[in-house]
């Protein structure tokens, strides 16, 4: 049962120091020109499908390697084992900050304060289609009433500035919602997920 949408979580497209690019589109252009020589980490489908997703669009050369969490996908781009990762802002923004690895896009409508220098997929005229968002769920069966109350209660937690300042300093974007506006979501980007996957030549299961 829906309650609430949480937030909405950017995504980054980084690439090892060492590879000779400065943006995603010079990274296009050098996988294009060099292909079967670039491999990108993901941590999960969502983070495949997304770059999956920058292939199908652009026409970039690059081989999946699926790692089992955010970290070790992570460490492998900073290690150089992987010349790129698409992965959750809030795991690579310290390490690009840091210089060890090099940012190059970010999803979401702005650019993040913490990169500045960093361009939006619109900016470089990619469309951002993999949708990466939290949200809080009842059980199936919960009363109407329950859900309200639930809903009301995040609410206040939210807007509390040790909560918000939190998610902030995540580079995450708090975006509450009614339960029937989660749903609608669910629903939309489910099918939309579904088209994608079809899209870059998968196959459902």
Do not use: C
């Not at 983070?47 to 955010?70: C, N, V, W």
């Not at 409508?109 to 951002?128: A, K, N, Y």
């Amino acid at each position: 049962v829906p309650i609430s949408l949480v937030a909405r979580q950017p995504l980054l497209v980084a690439a090892h120091p060492a590879l000779p690019v400065a943006s995603l589109r010079e990274l296009v252009e050098y996988t294009r020109a060099h292909p079967g020589t670039v491999n990108y980490s993901a941590a999960t489908s969502t983070f495949m499908l997304a770059a999956e997703s920058i292939k199908h669009r652009t026409g970039a050369d690059m081989q999946h390697i699926p790692y089992s969490g955010g970290a070790p996908a992570l460490n492998a781009l900073v290690a150089g084992t992987v010349q790129v990762s698409v992965i959750a802002g809030t795991t690579a923004i310290p390490q690009a900050m840091a210089g060890k690895i090099r940012a190059l896009a970010v999803t979401g409508s702005s650019r993040l304060s913490q990169l500045p220098d960093v361009p939006t997929f619109s900016e470089v005229g990619i469309v951002e289609d993999v949708p990466v968002w939290s949200a809080l769920f009842a059980p199936a069966g919960t009363p109407r009433d329950v859900v309200d109350r639930l809903h009301a209660a995040i609410v206040r937690v939210f807007a509390t500035p040790s909560v918000r300042s939190r998610f902030v300093a995540n580079a995450e974007t708090i975006v509450l919602s009614t339960p029937e506006e989660l749903a609608a979501i669910v629903v939309r980007d489910a099918a939309r997920m579904r088209e994608l996957v079809k899209a870059v030549g998968l196959q459902l299961r």
